[in-house]
């Protein structure tokens, strides 16, 4: 119950592994065009469905061992089916399944003390609406998106900018056609399973000091959260049609055009809301918890280097593109980085 009513707190974490870097500047050649089943080119607007691979595997090594890394990557097409060969049968001759870099927030079983305080912990404070805390501009391009959106949901004009911006952007992706992608990473997991692959999961773990009081904080605190419903509201103006382009790019693996990703000013502006508020005060932990998962995720991967002849893992693809992220830092390290062919 405590974790589900923290998306305004936790979003920079479920955003934050898309990387907070620019990925790196596409090649200058023409990527490839993706096609339908019976080879017709697809219309940028119009979405990939049936089966499809996603994108191949980057390879990185040391003499003999090697991880192999699969990049997800979110949102896709609502109705398209993973399944890739390759994947399932490297798998197969694997030995360990790393888990991705993550972050989880938490209160223990002292979460439960906070229910009755969590009541209302979406609403602004001082029962202020979205027109007393936005700028009159941004409300204004707010508006016919609520019309749209939330036709039949008045109660959003109550609630802070950022659990207003998270709904707002999983209601447009839902009807642009595209889901969170999730499934991918999930069949994944029930292929390792299935060939009784050892798990490792390094999510980093932050818990709540004192739930009861964080939450009772949270609902009269103020955050500079505005910018998160702006900058929301400018990626559906400017962004639906290039997220259907590039989901498609990632079903049939079409690198090139994946180079091109870059939704960073949404993710930026509410992680910034999140520091701002008295969870990211009163615990600084938070400030840094990115940087803490993905060092423990490369500590993590060098160890299964060393252990194991293959090991697979699972990387949101702008972080193995980030020239700061953590196949960049391997590479670094000195091991072999070779991308799909």
């Not at 898309?18 to 979405?47: F, M, R």
């Not at 999140?274 to 803490?292: D, F, I, M, V, Y």
Request: aromatic share 8%; charged share 25%; proline share 8%.
């Amino acid at each position: 119950m405590f974790k589900r009513v923290l998306p305004a707190l936790t979003l920079c974490f479920l955003s934050a592994y898309a990387s907070a870097q620019e990925a790196p500047a596409a090649p200058q050649t023409a990527p490839a065009v993706p096609t339908l089943e019976d080879g017709e080119p697809v219309p940028q607007t119009v979405l990939v469905s049936g089966s499809r691979p996603g994108p191949g595997l980057w390879k990185v090594s040391k003499g003999e061992h090697v991880l192999w890394v699969f990049g997800t990557y979110s949102p896709l097409p609502a109705q398209m089916e993973w399944r890739s060969s390759k994947v399932e049968k490297i798998i197969a001759t694997s030995q360990e399944y790393l888990k991705p870099p993550g972050v989880s927030i938490g209160g223990g079983w002292s979460a439960v003390t906070a229910l009755p305080f969590l009541i209302g912990i979406k609403k602004n404070p001082d029962g202020a609406e979205l027109k007393d805390v936005l700028p009159p501009e941004v409300y204004a391009r707010w508006q016919p998106l609520r019309e749209k959106y939330f036709s039949n949901d008045s109660g959003v004009e109550r609630e802070r900018p950022t659990f207003a911006a998270g709904e707002l952007y999983s209601r447009a992706l839902r009807q642009a056609g595209l889901s969170k992608g999730n499934e991918v990473q999930i069949k994944i997991g029930k292929l390792a399973e299935k060939h009784k692959l050892k798990f490792t999961d390094v999510t980093y773990h932050v818990a709540i000091k004192d739930p009861g009081k964080a939450a009772r904080e949270f609902k009269k605190s103020p955050m500079d959260d505005a910018p998160c419903l702006m900058k929301t509201i400018e990626s559906l103006d400017t962004d639906v049609d290039v997220m259907r382009a590039h989901a498609n790019a990632w079903a049939v693996g079409d690198l090139d055009e994946i180079r091109k990703l870059n939704f960073d000013d949404r993710a930026n502006a509410c992680i910034h809301a999140l520091s701002t508020g008295s969870l990211g005060k009163n615990q600084p932990e938070l400030k840094t918890a990115r940087e803490t998962a993905l060092a423990r995720w490369v500590e993590a991967a060098e160890k299964a280097l060393a252990t194991n002849a293959s090991t697979f893992t699972v990387v949101p693809i702008k972080e193995i593109l980030n020239p700061r992220g953590v196949i960049a830092t391997l590479q670094g390290k000195g091991y072999t980085v070779e991308p799909p062919k």
